[in-house]
């Protein structure tokens, strides 16, 4: 097996979860976008950790969706939040971007 660009992947990951803040929120896409920044910047060395688990073996698919989807309580949308987001859009946001992430990564691997 090739040797895993977890640095392309992640760069990949990033762009695409900007692009959905922006058209998710255009009313808020500053703060949407600061939050997706954010969000993928605090799941990095976790992320990287189980993509190479993952890529290895180490890690079924299943066990891969669940780590990241459980990130979910973790996220703080604070910008989003200060903005005057409701707590539910707020949700399906990182829902979004959660999901966005396992099927990237597993598409990948």
Same mark, same amino acid.
């Given at each position: 097996?090739? +040797?895993i660009n977890f640095q392309k992947i992640f760069k990949g990951l990033e762009d695409e979860a900007i $692009? &959905? +803040?922006i058209a998710g929120f255009t009313q808020?896409? !500053?703060q949407a976008k600061t939050d997706a920044v954010n969000l993928m910047e605090s799941l990095k060395v976790n992320l990287e950790n189980w993509t190479i688990q993952l890529a290895e073996g $180490? &890690?079924?698919k299943d066990d891969f969706e669940f780590l990241v989807l459980a990130q979910k309580e973790l996220i703080e949308m604070n910008a989003l939040k200060q903005a005057g987001l409701a707590l539910i $859009? +707020? !949700?399906e946001f990182k829902n979004s971007l959660l999901n966005l992430v396992v099927k990237t990564v597993i598409g990948l691997i």
């Open positions: 097996m090739s +040797a $692009k &959905l +803040a808020y896409k !500053d $180490k &890690l079924s $859009k +707020a !949700d």
